[in-house]
């Protein structure tokens, strides 16, 4: 905790501080909470799994149950019809769908769209992107937002985006530098207090029916 922050308020917001860091350590021993990293890529040579394999152990580290659906070994069959009964014109298809559907990965939405809507219901998600370009993927996070909120899984706030990903991480997702825990570490630690949060509201006032 800064210098400065601490000396005015004394001991008791640290206390309160930690009261609340033990509280959620507890409650994560006694339930260990789950994830699936979804792996949104199927490009031969795709680096997009080293940042799979760095997010895993970062998870792993946090005690989270990770599974991943990574779409070269399910082999998830192509829908029949990308976007749902607007045709070849995509008449009438709102504007955000279209945008979305020329910008994100489409092996992603592809496997998103294999499964109802109410799976994804009150439960976060995070975003992690990345590109070999300075700008890390942001341009995919931004379309990626809103199929999410859609869907009911509300993205948190911070995005970890990895400009020159090939720099940042070798073949077995193994960090060259130091800001990509730092960047893992900020991302999951609102993950943390969003799933904890919602995991139990949702055990014990349920969900709307």
């Known amino acids: 905790m800064p210098e400065p922050k601490t000396k005015l308020k004394g001991g008791i917001a640290y206390l309160k501080e930690l009261d609340t860091k033990n509280r959620m350590a507890s ?24 940042v799979a394999k760095f997010m895993q152990k970062q ?31 995509r008449t009438g298809a709102p504007q955000w769908l279209l945008d979305a559907e020329k910008k994100y990965p489409p092996a992603l939405s592809n496997m998103l769209d294999h499964f109802p809507g109410s799976i994804f219901s009150y439960k976060p ?20 937002r809103p199929l999410l909120s859609e869907m009911g899984t509300l993205s948190v706030s911070n995005i970890f ?35 904890t949060a919602m995991k139990n509201h949702r055990n014990t006032a349920g969900v709307p029916q």
């Open 27 to 50: 409650s994560k021993a006694a339930s260990k909470l789950k994830v699936i990293v979804f792996l949104g890529t199927v490009r031969e040579n795709r680096v997009g799994l080293r």
């Open 59 to 89: 998870l792993e580290k946090r005690n989270y149950e990770v599974e991943m659906f990574d779409p070269l070994e399910m082999k998830f069959p192509l829908l029949q019809k990308p976007v749902h009964f607007y045709g070849p014109e």
């Open 125 to 144: 998600s995070a975003i992690v992107c990345y590109s070999p370009g300075i700008y890390g993927g942001m341009r995919a996070a931004m379309a990626l």
């Open 161 to 195: 985006g990895i400009p020159e990903v090939h720099k940042a991480l070798d073949e077995e997702g193994v960090p060259k530098n130091d800001h990509m825990e730092k960047g893992a570490g900020k991302l999951l630690d609102q993950l943390d207090w969003y799933t």
